[in-house]
Nanobody, 126 residues
């Protein structure tokens, strides 16, 4: 029903920046809530950022708040994650996820999302 393709990952130095993209297709983009998650080796998949379908709200994990920004370009059916002041602990595979609607307070849960991209690797060197 929805296809997501992430891109933009790579190797960066600590303190650097990187912008991830997630292109969506299959449904009207403006009707989809979007989120970014990440999973580091040996760790659980964790919430990073969320954007409601109307962009009425954006939410960030405490670990990235102030450094990362989620944004949308509805004309391109794409959601972005602009990452700044990257740290080695940001190293992970980053996943884009989507849902038609997310209940209040549930945006941090992987089970709230119906579709996932295949992920893009972000590696931050010291």
């Amino acid at each position: 029903q929805v296809q997501l393709v992430e891109s933009g990952g790579g190797l960066v130095q600590a303190g650097g920046s990187l912008r991830l993209s997630c292109a969506a297709s299959g449904r009207t983009f403006t009707r989809l809530a979007m989120a970014w998650f990440r999973q580091a080796p040996g760790k659980e998949r964790e919430f990073v950022a969320y954007s409601s379908r109307t962009f009425a709200s954006t939410v960030y994990a405490d670990s990235v708040n102030g450094r990362f920004t989620i944004s949308r370009d509805n004309t391109k059916n794409t959601v972005y994650l602009q990452m700044g002041n990257l740290k080695p602990e940001d190293t992970a595979i980053y996943y884009c996820a989507t849902a038609g609607a997310v209940a209040v307070g549930s945006y941090q849960s992987t089970t709230s999302y119906d579709y996932w991209g295949q992920g893009t690797q972000v590696t931050v060197s010291s």
